[in-house]
């Protein structure tokens, strides 16, 4: 519910057309790219966007080295396990003594998460500002609303909100810009290529959230 709300309030307050911020999503005629694009050729535009992808993540990953200590950052996620651990064991256990003795740390463990969530929000803070800049006013510029073509549909999140690929009725309508049925959208290669390279980045660079 907090999700759709983020997601309502930013659509409101970033119009941009009758569709919103996140109307390219939906794919259609406001679809991400340009009729126009800087760079032409589909491996070429393929490469180039996930040149950006992967950019992006090293960014984030340099940032994130920086800013956070991995020392106190693991050292706190051990004692929260652990703290966790115990108190689900000693509830399984129905052991009311040692459940009310956890329970006196449930303050400090409360206060340490929440140092652990500033610690992993603060860096987005950071790349948050180019990921928009570079997503909404360089890649529509650079790049046509079509990258590849895919052999099946990734549409598999229900609904009409997410549009990864053409779908059939949009590729047969003459003023769409899906020259066929499963042609992948600009975002969706992003999005696809970001998520494939980010947990490799992250093992390079030791730069993971798991600390394990």
């Given at each position: 519910?907090?999700?759709?709300?983020?997601?309502?309030?930013?659509?409101?307050?970033?119009?941009?057309?009758?569709?919103?911020?996140?109307?390219?999503?939906?794919?259609?005629?406001?679809?991400?790219?340009?009729?126009?694009?800087?760079?032409?050729?589909?491996?070429?535009?393929?490469?180039?966007?996930?040149?950006?992808?992967?950019?992006?993540?090293?960014?984030?990953?340099?940032?994130?080295?920086?800013?956070?200590?991995?020392?106190?950052?693991?050292?706190?996620?051990?004692?929260?396990?652990?703290?966790?651990?115990?108190?689900?064991?000693?509830?399984?256990?129905?052991?009311?003594?040692?459940?009310?003795?956890?329970?006196k740390k449930s303050s400090y463990m409360n206060k340490?998460?929440?140092?652990?969530?500033?610690?992993?929000?603060?860096?987005?803070?950071?790349?948050?500002?180019?990921?928009?800049?570079?997503?909404?006013?360089?890649?529509?510029?650079?790049?046509s609303h079509i990258v590849a073509l895919s052999p099946?549909?990734?549409?598999?999140?229900?609904?009409?909100?997410?549009?990864?690929?053409?779908?059939?009725?949009?590729?047969?309508?003459?003023?769409?810009?899906?020259?066929?049925?499963?042609?992948?959208?600009?975002?969706?290669?992003?999005?696809?290529?970001?998520?494939?390279?980010?947990?490799i980045i992250m093992k390079v660079t030791k730069t993971?959230?798991?600390?394990?």
């Open positions: 519910m907090a999700f759709e709300s983020v997601l309502l309030f930013l659509n409101s307050v970033f119009l941009e057309s009758h569709d919103g911020i996140f109307g390219f999503l939906g794919g259609g005629t406001h679809a991400m790219g340009s009729e126009d694009p800087i760079v032409k050729g589909v491996v070429l535009t393929a490469f180039a966007v996930t040149g950006f992808g992967i950019l992006l993540n090293l960014f984030n990953a340099a940032v994130r080295k920086k800013m956070v200590d991995r020392t106190k950052l693991a050292r706190i996620m051990k004692e929260t396990r652990s703290w966790q651990k115990e108190r689900m064991s000693a509830m399984r256990s129905k052991d009311q003594a040692k459940i009310n003795e956890l329970n340490m998460s929440m140092e652990m969530m500033q610690m992993n929000m603060r860096p987005m803070m950071i790349t948050f500002v180019p990921l928009i800049l570079i997503f909404y006013l360089v890649l529509p510029v650079l790049f099946v549909s990734l549409d598999i999140i229900p609904g009409n909100f997410f549009h990864l690929t053409c779908t059939a009725e949009q590729a047969a309508d003459p003023n769409d810009v899906c020259p066929a049925e499963n042609a992948l959208y600009l975002w969706a290669w992003y999005f696809l290529s970001s998520i494939a390279f980010s947990g993971s959230m798991d600390l394990s």
